[in-house]
Each structure stands twice: as C-alpha cells, then as structure tokens.
C-alpha cells in the first residue's frame, strides 16, 4: 500500500499538471505575488518572520504554491485532509492533516468494526445511548450508567436483563449499550438468541462450531437478545449456551440479555428442552444468568408501528 503522502503528492502533481498551462501563461512573479499576498500564506511568514529568510521562501516556492491551491477546497485533491505549512531548514515545507471531520470519521469506523451483529438489522449501529428517550425506565438508565461507569474503571461490570413485552424498545436499548461499549474499545457481539441456536447445526460439518462457542464466549460485551424465545435442545442449552454463560462468569465479562420471559418464566424454558424437563439443569443455567446481570423490567406501549 502506498503512504498517504506518496498518494496525496501524486495527486497534487496530476493537479498541478492540469494547472501547466496556466501557470506558463502567467508570469512567475505575477503567481508569486499573488500567494504571497494570501491572507493565510502571509500569516505563516508573520509568524515565522525570524525562522524563515528569503532564499529559503523562494527555494521552497513550490510547496507555498501547492498549498495556496489546496487549502480553500477548489482542485481539491483529497476530501478530509488540509493542507499545512511548516517551517523546513530556512524555507517552507507542506503537509496535510486529516480534518476534524475525517478524524471523527475514521473514529466512527473503527467503533462500528468492534460490534458484530449477528443475525440483527444493521439499523441498531445507529442507534445512540444518548438518543434513547429513558422516559419512566430510571431502572434501566440507573443500571446502564453503572455498568458503564464500573467499565471505565476496570471494575467487574453486570449486565442488565431487560424483560418486557415485544415491542417495547429491549432491543433498542441494547443497541445504545452496544454502540457505547464499542466507542470505549470493547469488541461487542450482540446476537439474535433463537437464529443464533437453530444456525448452530451449519456448523456441525466442519470444525467451526468450537471456535464459534469460542469467540461467543470471551469477546469483551456479550448481548443475547431474545433469550428465551430459541427452541433448545439439551445439547444446546447445556454445550453451548451453558459453556457460554460459564465461561462469561468464570472471566467476570459483561454480558446483557433481553427477553420477552421474567427471570423466572426464563427459569421454566430451559427446563423443558424439545425432549426432556430437567429443572435442576435449569436451575444451574439460571444462576449463571442471575450472576451475570440484574433484571429490569421494562414497560411502556409497543413502539413497533409508530406509537411512540
Ligand atoms: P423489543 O426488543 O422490546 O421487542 P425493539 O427494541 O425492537 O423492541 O423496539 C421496537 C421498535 O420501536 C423498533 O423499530 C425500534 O426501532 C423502535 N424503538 C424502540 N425504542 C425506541 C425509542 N426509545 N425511540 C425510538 N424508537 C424506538
Ligand atoms: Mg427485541
């Protein structure tokens, strides 16, 4: 790959060629007077009076040259980078700086390449904590801000366990939980529980299984969204997510769920797998989920068609 500053020197020179014509037309000492008596080129030589001596300006005409075309965005030749002079021996050198904008940006980027949603609308990465309306869920606003205030203090952080009916904004949240977690550099994976565990049996032909339960179980925020709504069998209530929610307790990770049961009528699901009812199984399952994160009930009407 090449460095940006070779690409953006390309591009200046593609531009620059396109000027020629120009440029041999009018008289050299016409052009430089003309950048010379730019308001932002003469506040560099201001600024810069004792540093800079006459041979040096003229030696390095060139790069005052490349950035009085640059700077005003005509002939721009790269969005989101300005140019800017610098002092270079006795002259004047150029180089060019990613604008606020592009940082922002590129920060923006980043945070999104951290979550990974699997199974779930792309929509939720735009969903910001700070747009949620916590209107009548102080439980819930209480809960996040703790968890996020012990995340930034390195501490253990519980999860919450948002129980309520559909429609109610659950995963909405989570969303917001989500994108914040990823804005403070931690790899999320939010996942949609009853497709994640009917997909599993696509991984049986292979060796990914293992490594999928792997990654699941120790990136550093785990959402399960839906828990409760997936039709387990005791493999996957005991192998999978059982691994997972060990695993997740033993290493302290956070780990949020949201679901359409209470606590307890989650407690009743898993004892009664496709095939069995084993409520001491359950029972197991259920302290995990309890360690790991508090359960507040959310309410409200169902937002789904626009009520809200
Ligand atoms: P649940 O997961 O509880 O079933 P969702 O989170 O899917 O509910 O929310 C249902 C719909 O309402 C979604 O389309 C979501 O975008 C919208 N929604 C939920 N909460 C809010 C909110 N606070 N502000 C705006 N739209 C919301
Ligand atoms: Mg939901």
């Given at each position: 790959m090449k460095a940006i500053g070779d690409v953006l020197k390309d591009q200046v020179a593609e531009a620059a060629k396109k000027n020629q014509r120009d440029f041999s037309k009018k008289s050299y000492k016409d052009l430089q007077s003309r950048v010379f008596s730019d308001p932002d080129v003469h506040a560099f030589f201001e600024k810069h009076k004792d540093e800079l001596t006459r041979d040096g300006v003229y030696a390095t005409f060139a790069n005052i040259y490349e950035y009085w075309q640059q700077k005003d965005g005509h002939?721009?030749?790269?969005?989101?980078y300005v140019p800017k002079l610098f002092v270079e021996g006795h002259g004047v050198g150029i180089k060019y700086e990613a604008t606020a904008e592009k940082v922002e940006e590129d920060k923006q980027r980043a945070t999104q390449k951290r979550i990974e949603l699997i199974d779930?609308?792309?929509?939720?990465?735009?969903?910001?904590l700070g747009d949620i309306d916590f209107n009548g869920r102080r439980e819930a606003l209480e809960g996040i801000a703790r968890f996020f205030n012990n995340l930034k203090a390195g501490s253990p952080a519980r999860g919450l366990y948002l129980s309520g009916d559909?429609?109610?904004g659950k995963t909405y949240i989570m969303a917001g939980v989500a994108n914040e977690s990823a804005g403070l550099g931690k790899k999320v994976i939010f996942l949609h529980m009853p497709t994640f565990i009917s997909s599993?049996?696509?991984?049986?032909?292979?060796?990914?299984l293992q490594d999928e339960i792997h990654r699941v179980a120790y990136c550093d925020v785990l959402i399960l969204d839906d828990i409760g709504a997936e039709s387990l069998s005791p493999w996957s209530r005991d192998d999978v997510l059982g691994v997972i929610l060990q695993a997740r307790m033993d290493n302290d990770l956070p780990t949020f769920f949201t679901s359409n049961l209470d606590m307890d009528a989650l407690e009743d699901h898993f004892a009664k797998t496709r095939n069995s009812d084993e409520p001491a199984k359950a029972k197991r399952l259920m302290q995990r989920v309890r360690y790991l994160a508090q359960e507040v009930q959310i309410s409200g009407a169902n937002r789904r068609f626009g009520n809200n």
């Open positions: 002939d721009k030749v790269l969005a989101g779930l609308p792309e929509k939720l990465r735009r969903v910001k559909f429609g109610v599993l049996s696509s991984h049986f032909d292979d060796n990914s």
